[in-house]
């Protein structure tokens, strides 16, 4: 079957089945269950009222349901098994995982990443937005700033790949150090720095994110508080630090928790890179060696990258319903 | 008046002008190092294999050749075969639309139900649909592959779709939801007395008032979805792969010569269907990514 052909069935199969679904449920739910004639129309037609929302609800609640509540709890349930899956060691994956050397260094390197990557990103973003305000051209720079935005992790790994090759010809690293009569050096070997280079691709692209941001939140600062430091007397970067910077915290906050959140669930860069190897190995792309292998190692991985991630997803989602409120 | 009142820095052109110049080349610096990588790409796609050897990295073509783009799209050797980028890229198209749409029109009614027809236990979904976006996807994993499994869906490309459009609801019901309160209740209260039905009202009053918010949506989602490595790594098997594992297993591969111009070729042509639409609609493509990320 050609391609195209599967894709427009699965369209019409898909699309067709949600809107007979939300069809056929509204028409059985007037007509049939609670149909709004006799003596009962009014009493009918509120019960039909409550109902509906449910009804409605129902596929994606059932979808969250069933692919995010359970897979936790059975995710949760399978790191207790052994690798085949058909003996219960308790925490056994656990406990053999933390005594691991791989393991160990996996978390070190994503505690780095967690240290790392929000905070240079949301700097060199806060930056740019604060150089860029007011700026005729700024909206330009902005916009190729964010381009790597809209490229896949795999593909940014891929051009960032290109750059650190130990190639002179090809790398632009080593190009420069070429020309300066300097050995090339392989940087995703070099011990530990390599993690900060494979680190700062995601900062690359995150940057451009935390700018947009930041740049809309500088905006919405009252001018009346800038003007009157500056009429105080203050240098432009006491009104960015003292004036500015105070009155965006809270965007600048949620901006690093969003990155944070990412950072930890990110494994595409490590793996296109290095593939975990040269101790670069963080707790995804450790959990990636794992998976279909012994299933009960790489589940208890995924839930110490769960724990490690929930305060902060708990302290956004809080933020966010605040929000929306 | 105020002329006087702003003097003070003004009175300093050389401090001013020295913070202009230190300002510029900031910025210059930044633009290189944010857009250097993406130039030399570009122009070594563009390069033969010879020329490359010349080390002339950062320099134009001296003449430009699409062997390398053509090589990429259609011969270039992803493990053991040499189909090129092509039908992967096909892979993620006919992936990527059936599961934009089903999600985008799932978000709009679920979006539609929890934003204007307030009934009880609303706050319960809207921290599930949170937590949905949120989650570390890497804990879903090996259930979600089960559950593939016993649906028969395994490796396959419906099963792709499904994964995604599973974890594409939480996203797309938030931006839809959040859309849908600006929406006056007496407009839907008018229209309830008039004796507008549920569908009705969303056909009548939602779904006219909807364009941009399917815009952002369907871009978010299309960019999510395209660029996705994790569900397509792990629920794909040869060729079902998504065009963002054929890449990484094209610049990966370890066998013969590094043909670097075709890395390049074909990392551009993975990149380009969100490029374009970053650079056709990249006000909305913004306002989807910031929405995505919710706002503070």
Redesign the interface.
């Known amino acids: 079957m050609s391609?195209?052909l599967?894709?427009l069935i699965?369209?019409i199969v898909?699309?067709g089945g949600?809107?007979g679904y939300?069809?056929a449920s509204?028409w059985i739910l007037?007509k049939v269950i609670f149909p709004a004639r006799n003596d009962d129309h009014g009493r009918n037609v509120n019960r039909a009222?409550?109902v509906?929302?449910?009804l409605?609800?129902f596929?994606?609640?059932f979808?969250?349901?069933?692919?995010?509540?359970?897979?936790?709890i059975?995710?949760f349930y399978?790191s207790l098994f052994n690798r085949a899956g058909d003996e219960f060691i308790g925490l056994g994956n656990y406990t053999t995982m933390f005594g691991e050397e791989g393991f160990r260094t996996a978390f070190f390197n994503n505690m780095l990443w967690v240290l790392f990557v929000p905070a240079a990103a949301t700097f060199?973003g806060l930056?740019?937005a604060q150089?860029?305000d007011k700026?005729k051209w700024g909206n330009i720079?902005k916009?190729?700033?964010?381009?790597?935005?809209?490229?896949?992790?795999?593909?940014a790994s891929?051009?960032?790949?290109?750059?650190y090759?130990n190639d002179?010809?090809?790398g632009?690293i080593n190009?420069v150090r070429?020309s300066m009569g300097l050995d090339p050096v392989d940087v995703l070997q070099l011990p530990f720095w390599n993690n900060f280079f494979i680190m700062f691709i995601l900062v690359?692209i995150q940057?451009g994110?935390a700018m947009?941001?930041l740049s809309?939140?500088l905006r919405g600062i009252p001018e009346e508080t800038v003007e009157a430091a500056?009429?105080d007397?203050a240098?432009?970067f006491q009104v960015f630090f003292k004036i500015k910077v105070p009155q965006i915290m809270?965007?600048i906050?949620?901006?690093w928790t969003?990155i944070t959140?990412l950072t930890?669930?990110v494994?595409?860069i490590v793996?296109?890179m290095t593939?975990g190897n040269f101790d670069t190995e963080i707790l995804?792309s450790y959990?990636?060696d794992f998976?279909?292998r012994d299933?009960g190692r790489?589940?208890a991985?995924?839930?110490v990258?769960?724990i490690i991630?929930l305060p902060v997803?708990i302290w956004?989602?809080r933020?966010?319903?605040k929000?929306?409120n | 008046m105020t002329d006087l009142?702003?003097s003070?820095?003004l009175s300093r052109p050389w401090g001013r002008l020295a913070?202009r110049w230190l300002?510029f080349t900031?910025?210059g610096v930044?633009?290189l190092f944010?857009?250097?990588?993406?130039f030399?790409?570009v122009t070594?796609s563009l390069k033969s294999l010879e020329e490359?050897?010349?080390?002339s990295?950062?320099a134009f073509p001296r003449e430009v050749t699409f062997e390398a783009w053509k090589t990429a799209w259609s011969g270039a050797c992803t493990g053991i075969q040499c189909e090129g980028l092509r039908p992967y890229f096909?892979?993620s198209?006919?992936l990527a639309?059936?599961a934009v749409?089903?999600s985008t029109?799932?978000g709009a009614?679920?979006g539609y139900?929890?934003a204007q027809?307030r009934?009880r236990g609303?706050?319960l979904?809207?921290?599930?649909?949170?937590?949905?976006c949120?989650?570390?996807?890497?804990?879903?994993?090996?259930?979600?592959?089960?559950?593939l499994g016993i649906l028969g869906l395994a490796g396959s490309?419906?099963g792709l779709?499904f994964v995604h459009?599973?974890?594409g609801?939480?996203f797309t019901?938030l931006f839809f939801?959040?859309y849908y309160?600006t929406i006056p209740s007496e407009l839907v209260k008018a229209a309830k007395v008039d004796g507008a039905?549920?569908?009705r009202i969303f056909w009548s009053i939602f779904l006219p008032l909807s364009l941009p918010i399917v815009v952002v949506t369907v871009i978010w989602q299309f960019?999510q979805i395209?660029?996705?490595?994790?569900f397509g790594?792990?629920f794909s098997q040869a060729g079902t792969q998504p065009v963002?594992?054929a890449?990484?297993n094209i610049?990966?591969s370890t066998t013969g010569v590094k043909e670097?111009n075709v890395?390049?070729a074909a990392?551009i042509i993975?990149?380009l269907p969100?490029?374009i639409?970053?650079v056709v609609a990249?006000k909305y493509?913004?306002r989807g990514?910031?929405a995505g990320?919710?706002?503070?």
């Open positions: 391609p195209i599967q894709g699965t369209i898909g699309v949600c809107v939300f069809f509204n007037d009222t409550m509906r929302p449910w409605f609800l596929p994606a609640i979808a969250l349901g069933l692919y995010l509540v359970y897979p936790v059975g995710s399978r060199f930056l740019v150089l860029t700026l720079a916009s190729l700033i964010f381009m790597p935005m809209a490229i896949s992790f795999v593909g891929l051009i960032w790949k290109f750059v090759a002179p010809d090809i632009i190009a070429d690359w940057t994110f947009v941001i809309a939140a500056i009429i007397g240098n432009p809270g965007t906050v949620v901006v969003t959140i930890l669930k494994f595409d793996y296109a593939g995804p959990m990636m998976m279909f299933d790489a589940t991985v995924a839930f990258i769960m991630v997803m956004n989602i933020q966010a319903r929000e929306m | 009142a702003l003070p820095p913070l300002l900031l910025l930044f633009a944010y857009l250097m990588p993406l030399v790409m070594t490359i050897r010349t080390g990295l950062i096909w892979n198209v006919v639309i059936p749409l089903i029109f799932v009614m679920n139900v929890i027809w009934f609303a706050n979904i809207f921290s599930l649909l949170l937590f949905g949120f989650i570390p996807f890497q804990v879903v994993l090996l259930p979600m592959a089960r559950m490309i419906p779709i459009v599973i974890y609801i939480g019901t939801r959040n309160v039905g549920f569908f960019t395209w660029n996705d490595f994790l790594v792990s963002t594992v890449l990484n610049v990966n670097y890395d390049m990392a993975a990149a969100t490029l639409v970053y990249g493509f913004i990514l910031t990320s919710v706002k503070g």
